[in-house]
């Protein structure tokens, strides 16, 4: 069971909805024993750094999401998801994420309008089985934030907005991704099952 992490925000029902026609049997959960007996944890996310943390501690989540990762559980950030996983976010003060991958998250530095919001571009920094047999690389964004000094170990994808910004990460069984695959069409959909798809 893929387990999708519910923190009281984000687009949970649509990151279900999208596993469950794929095949998986998905459920939103705000249990950490739920996580613990689940094969896959989604973590999504939309609206403020600070309110999402807050939700997550306040429920005893992040601890849950640190154990069961530590186990090698594969687990995916989506969007405000993928931006926890960082040290810290500086959005709207400095707040302390779930620390899983080193960096930080920062607003975008352009005169480009923000947020960014569309369909953009991806680069291969490498390539894990998170983008096997993805050939489309165009995906759908919506974000003002960023993450910023993350290690190029770390760095699966980049895209361009006034600049490079880091697209999605991974670190061993740990997989964050920017942009929204669960907006993103047949080519979202076939990130999704490849998570779907990775053994423990």
């Known amino acids: 069971m893929i387990a999708i992490v519910d923190y009281g925000m984000g687009n949970?029902?649509?990151?279900?909805?999208?596993?469950?026609?794929?095949?998986y049997d998905?459920?939103?959960t705000d249990s950490a024993q739920a996580l613990a007996n689940a094969s896959h944890v989604v973590l999504p996310g939309v609206g403020a750094f600070r309110d999402a943390i807050s939700a997550l501690r306040s429920k005893g989540l992040d601890e849950a999401i640190k154990r069961e990762t530590a186990k090698g559980k594969p687990f995916l950030g989506i969007c405000?998801?993928?931006?926890?996983?960082?040290?810290?976010?500086?959005?709207?003060g400095e707040y302390e994420g779930l620390?899983?991958?080193?960096?930080?998250?920062?607003?975008?530095?352009t005169d480009l309008k923000i947020p960014h919001i569309g369909w953009n571009t991806l680069f291969y920094n490498k390539r894990t089985a998170l983008f096997d047999g993805v050939d489309d690389n165009y995906f759908y964004f919506v974000h003002s934030y960023h993450a910023a000094k993350v290690?190029?170990?770390?760095?699966?994808t980049t895209s361009v907005y006034g600049y490079e910004f880091v697209a999605s990460v991974?670190?061993?069984?740990?997989?964050?991704?920017?942009?929204?695959?669960?907006?993103?069409?047949d080519t979202g959909l076939k990130?999704?099952?490849?998570?779907?798809?990775?053994?423990q």
Not at 80 to 92: A, P, V, Y
Not at 191 to 199: A, H, S
């Open 99 to 109: 620390g899983l991958i080193g960096g930080e998250v920062v607003r975008f530095d």
């Open 191 to 199: 990130v999704l099952k490849n998570f779907g798809d990775i053994k």
């Open 80 to 92: 405000l998801g993928m931006q926890m996983l960082f040290d810290k976010s500086l959005e709207d």
């Open 151 to 156: 290690a190029s170990e770390d760095v699966e």
């Open 12 to 23: 949970l029902r649509s990151v279900q909805k999208a596993f469950e026609y794929l095949g």
């Open 170 to 185: 991974n670190r061993e069984n740990v997989w964050g991704v920017q942009f929204h695959p669960e907006k993103s069409g």
């Open 26 to 28: 998905a459920a939103v």
